[in-house]
């Protein structure tokens, strides 16, 4: 059974830092993309970043770009999401997703396997 267990998040003030980080078990973790995808209250379910299994390609959302960046640890069975320069309209609860598709595709419809998730509030 996958299991994807997202931690790192909180409350942080307009321009500071998070570090998000997911443990993934239960899967060949090297076989899957693995992406972040966040969601506002009342706002639907949006892509924020995407790896592949190499961590050869990346994608981001355009909002996010410059600011965020995933990695990936293979050995670790962790995908990680960096987050700088935060702003308010960042706020959400923010997940972690696995697929089987071998590219990043950048809708949840593609990945199958998904995290409980973590708040992420910055203040302004």
């Known amino acids: 059974q996958v299991q994807l267990v997202e931690s790192g998040g909180g409350l942080v003030q307009a321009g500071g830092s998070l570090r998000l980080s997911c443990a993934a078990s239960?899967?060949?973790?090297?076989?899957?993309?693995m992406g972040w995808f966040r969601q506002a209250p009342g706002k639907e379910r949006e892509f924020v970043a995407g790896?592949?299994?190499?961590?050869?390609?990346?994608r981001y959302a355009d909002s996010v770009k410059g600011r965020f960046t995933i990695s990936r640890d293979n050995a670790k069975n962790t995908v990680n999401l960096q987050m700088n320069s935060l702003k308010p309209e960042d706020t959400a609860v923010y997940y972690c997703a696995a697929s089987r598709i071998p590219v990043v595709v950048a809708s949840s419809s593609a990945f199958g396997s998904w995290g409980q998730g973590t708040q992420v509030t910055v203040s302004s």
């Open positions: 790896i592949t299994w190499s961590g050869g390609t990346t």
């Open positions: 239960g899967l060949t973790f090297s076989g899957y993309v």
